[in-house]
């Protein structure tokens, strides 16, 4: 990727720096009346939790919250980049039918995919530092983001 897209993308993230958080303890950033929550690691002190994407989901569900889906990407990535050191999960899959969907179920509404990407024979995709998307094998381990009412207490 040239250094001009380089900068784009990364402006891009950067917009949304100045959203005021109403969120409850415990999560981030007030995108459109959802919170996100980096899902703490059990086993570590101040990381965050790397698993594959159906653990990824289940975490999400298990704290009364929703796993990333569509028309948050901006605010994903400028959280992201504030608390990761790597990729994270995009809440995009490859459905039956060979469709990319947000975990949601919707149709992609939007096309963020990297130079080369997505692969046929990924299912699974992650955002990669910059906020592009990136075809992965679904068992492998990325961090993830959670969604939560901004209005709802987080279980930990």
């Not at 949304?16 to 959203?19: A, E």
């Not at 958080?21 to 303890?25: F, H, Y």
């Not at 959802?34 to 899902?39: G, I, S």
């Not at 999400?60 to 990333?68: I, K, M, W, Y």
């Given at each position: 990727m040239?250094?001009?897209?380089?900068?784009?993308?990364?402006?891009?993230?950067?917009l949304?720096?100045?959203?005021i958080?109403?969120?409850?303890?415990g999560?981030?950033?007030?995108?459109?009346d959802?919170?996100?929550?980096?899902?703490p690691?059990?086993?570590?002190q101040?990381?965050?939790l790397?698993?594959n994407?159906?653990?990824?989901?289940?975490n999400?569900?298990?704290?009364?919250?929703?796993?990333?889906q569509?028309?948050?990407?901006?605010?994903?990535?400028?959280?992201?980049?504030q608390?990761?050191?790597?990729?994270?999960w995009?809440?995009?899959?490859?459905?039956?039918?060979?469709?990319?969907t947000?975990?949601?179920?919707?149709?992609?509404?939007?096309?963020?995919?990297?130079?080369?990407?997505?692969?046929?024979?990924?299912?699974?995709?992650?955002?990669?530092?910059?906020?592009?998307?990136?075809?992965?094998?679904?068992?492998?381990?990325?961090?993830?983001?959670?969604?939560?009412?901004?209005?709802?207490?987080?279980?930990?």
């Open positions: 040239n250094s001009f897209l380089l900068t784009i993308s990364f402006f891009a993230c950067q949304f720096t100045s959203v958080s109403t969120c409850p303890t999560t981030a950033i007030d995108a459109y959802y919170c996100f929550y980096p899902f690691d059990p086993m570590t101040g990381e965050y790397q698993t994407y159906e653990d990824a989901k289940r999400c569900a298990s704290s009364v919250a929703g796993f990333l569509n028309g948050l990407w901006g605010s994903a990535c400028w959280f992201s980049s608390y990761f050191n790597g990729s994270f995009a809440g995009i899959h490859k459905a039956d039918n060979g469709t990319w947000y975990s949601d179920g919707a149709y992609l509404d939007e096309n963020n995919w990297a130079y080369g990407f997505p692969s046929d024979d990924h299912s699974c995709a992650v955002a990669n530092r910059v906020g592009e998307w990136e075809s992965v094998d679904c068992s492998t381990s990325h961090y993830f983001l959670c969604l939560i009412p901004s209005t709802t207490n987080v279980n930990k």
